[in-house]
């Protein structure tokens, strides 16, 4: 009788192990793939290799390969998705850094955060509308232009899917910060503060990174344009789901 119950007890350890060795195995696998992304992007430079666009191509690959779904990944990879908010908190630092410039220019950020966020809530609404999505399609599509901390957030109370909405954060980043540099060309944005506004409003996260390459004064307008958006939204968006919907 005692080797059967030794047996079991192996097995309970074995599932043990092999359910903590698949919780490790997705965190793992997100972290490698985006290093390796990083250093494919400092090699190309070009918008198809950044690493919030070719780090989640190559772990849905992955994915489909390995036969896992959505919720197996998130089981274990939960925390890096609340990691975010501390990063987002970090960007305080170059805004501090920058403390004078943004005193100097605080009306015309102001301005620019209130109109550039309206336009593009309402964009997202009508444009989900015209296409005929369904609710909770359209509430989760209204805050994909701000940093995913806050628009996660606002997608609940609004009755969104914060799931989705997390992905169209990241296709509007990616998008943003692809054609920020080609909108730089075009647009006769000559002071440092309209170029980060541009990133940071556009782009969010993705956007803060690409304004610092640019410059150190592009990267910390980005940073704050980013937060303030983001703390506008928070306070802006379920009243303008009411009164959408």
Same mark, same amino acid.
């Given at each position: 009788?005692?080797?059967?119950?030794?047996?079991?007890?192996?097995?309970?350890?074995?599932?043990?192990?092999?359910?903590? %060795?698949?919780?490790?195995?997705?965190?793992?696998?997100?972290? !490698?793939?985006? =290093?390796?992304?990083?250093?494919?992007?400092? &090699?190309?430079?070009? =918008? =198809?290799?950044?690493?919030?666009?070719?780090?989640?191509?190559?772990?849905?690959?992955?994915? $489909?390969?390995?036969?896992?779904?959505?919720?197996?990944?998130? &089981?274990?990879?939960? @925390?890096?998705?609340?990691?975010?908010?501390?990063?987002?908190?970090? @960007?305080?630092?170059?805004?501090?850094?920058?403390? %004078?410039?943004?005193? &100097?220019?605080?009306?015309?950020?102001?301005?620019?955060?209130?109109?550039?966020?309206?336009?593009?809530?309402?964009?997202?609404?009508?444009?989900?509308?015209? $296409?005929?999505?369904?609710?909770?399609?359209?509430?989760?599509?209204?805050?994909?232009?701000?940093?995913?901390?806050?628009?996660?957030?606002?997608?609940?109370?609004?009755?969104?899917?914060?799931?989705?909405?997390?992905?169209?954060?990241?296709?509007?980043?990616? @998008?943003?910060?692809?054609?920020?540099?080609?909108?730089?060309?075009?647009?006769?944005?000559?002071?440092?503060?309209?170029?980060?506004?541009? @990133?940071?409003? !556009?782009?969010?996260? %993705?956007?803060?990174?690409?304004?610092?390459?640019?410059?150190?004064?592009?990267?910390?307008?980005?940073?704050?344009?980013?937060? $303030?958006?983001?703390?506008?939204?928070?306070?802006?968006?379920?009243?303008?789901?009411?009164?959408?919907?």
């Amino acid at each position: 009788m005692d080797a059967p119950a030794g047996g079991a007890l192996s097995m309970d350890a074995a599932f043990s192990l092999a359910t903590g %060795a698949n919780l490790l195995l997705w965190p793992a696998a997100t972290i !490698g793939v985006y =290093w390796l992304a990083k250093l494919a992007y400092r &090699r190309v430079r070009q =918008w =198809w290799a950044m690493p919030l666009l070719l780090a989640p191509v190559l772990l849905l690959g992955l994915a $489909l390969m390995a036969g896992a779904r959505y919720d197996d990944y998130m &089981r274990g990879s939960h @925390f890096l998705l609340l990691m975010l908010g501390p990063a987002t908190v970090a @960007f305080a630092l170059p805004i501090y850094e920058r403390r %004078a410039l943004i005193a &100097r220019h605080w009306k015309v950020l102001a301005v620019g955060v209130c109109a550039g966020s309206g336009m593009a809530m309402t964009s997202a609404w009508l444009l989900a509308t015209w $296409l005929h999505l369904s609710p909770a399609l359209r509430l989760s599509l209204l805050p994909r232009s701000i940093s995913t901390p806050f628009a996660i957030v606002i997608s609940g109370d609004v009755g969104g899917v914060p799931d989705l909405t997390a992905v169209f954060v990241i296709m509007t980043g990616v @998008f943003g910060a692809a054609t920020g540099g080609l909108l730089l060309r075009w647009l006769p944005l000559r002071s440092a503060v309209a170029r980060g506004a541009l @990133f940071g409003m !556009g782009a969010h996260g %993705a956007g803060v990174t690409r304004a610092m390459s640019v410059g150190d004064e592009e990267g910390s307008i980005a940073g704050l344009t980013m937060v $303030l958006a983001g703390l506008l939204n928070v306070a802006v968006a379920p009243l303008l789901a009411q009164l959408l919907g």
